[in-house]
């Protein structure tokens, strides 16, 4: 039972562009949603994260949008650049249990110069 | 500050084999996360120490798999009799709190012959 799911495993964009990546998720429990950005042989790295209360959270070339009633978020990447490029993972996570992750599949982002 | 340290980065056993995996986490983090990350697939929850003790263990697959936090900082990851389906990407996170961001280790990568 996937309770995260990025459905796209790759994404490929150019230089300078949007890239939107998506996630939806299964358990209303959930309440807070993180993006985790990962390179190979790294472990992944925090990005941008929202709270339930929250439809939008932005932090320099990064916004996430929370759609509560869809169950849906998107990261928004705006512009585009080529060291983006990495595998960009939904997680979330109910207050209830301290901090317990619950991952997506990830997304493979290729930024094209 | 060094950030959570993972060993070995690799290790490569024979089916039936004890293994020891070994988590550094930061230095006064007290909650520690051990996840398993299989290819092709985002991290999956394996246990959760608050302190020295497993507040939430239920990610572990079977009784073949152990943790321990003895002193509550370094944890030690235990498999017995490894599968080759144990074969796997074994992270470590710690979080200053409970429900903090969590940071990763670079990961331990094992593979069951």
């Known amino acids: 039972d996937q309770q995260v799911k990025q459905n796209s495993p790759s994404l490929s964009v150019q230089e300078g562009r949007i890239s939107i990546l998506n996630c939806d998720y299964t358990n209303s429990m959930f309440d807070y949603f993180l993006w985790y950005k990962k390179y190979p042989a790294e472990g992944p790295t925090f990005l941008i994260s929202i709270s339930s209360i929250k439809d939008k959270n932005e932090d320099g070339r990064f916004t996430v949008f929370l759609n509560k009633s869809a169950k849906h978020l998107s990261l928004h990447i705006v512009p585009s650049q080529p060291g983006d490029s990495a595998v960009y993972f939904c997680a979330a996570s109910a207050t209830s249990n301290t901090g317990k992750l619950i991952f997506g599949q990830g997304t493979t982002l290729q930024v094209k110069p | 500050g060094a950030g959570v340290s993972q060993t070995p980065s690799n290790k490569v056993t024979e089916k039936g084999k004890y293994v020891e995996l070994r988590c550094d986490p930061i230095?006064?983090?007290?909650?520690l996360y051990w996840y398993r990350q299989s290819l092709g697939q985002g991290p999956e929850f394996l246990i959760y120490?608050?302190?020295?003790?497993?507040?939430?263990d239920s990610g572990l697959p079977n009784d073949r798999f152990f943790a321990v936090r003895p002193e509550g900082s370094v944890s030690t990851l235990k498999i017995q009799r490894t599968e080759r389906g144990d074969s796997a990407v074994y992270l470590c996170a710690s979080s200053l709190l409970p429900g903090g961001e969590q940071f990763f280790g670079p990961g331990t990568r094992l593979t069951v012959l």
């Open positions: 230095s006064g983090h007290t909650a």
């Open positions: 120490f608050q302190g020295t003790g497993a507040a939430d």
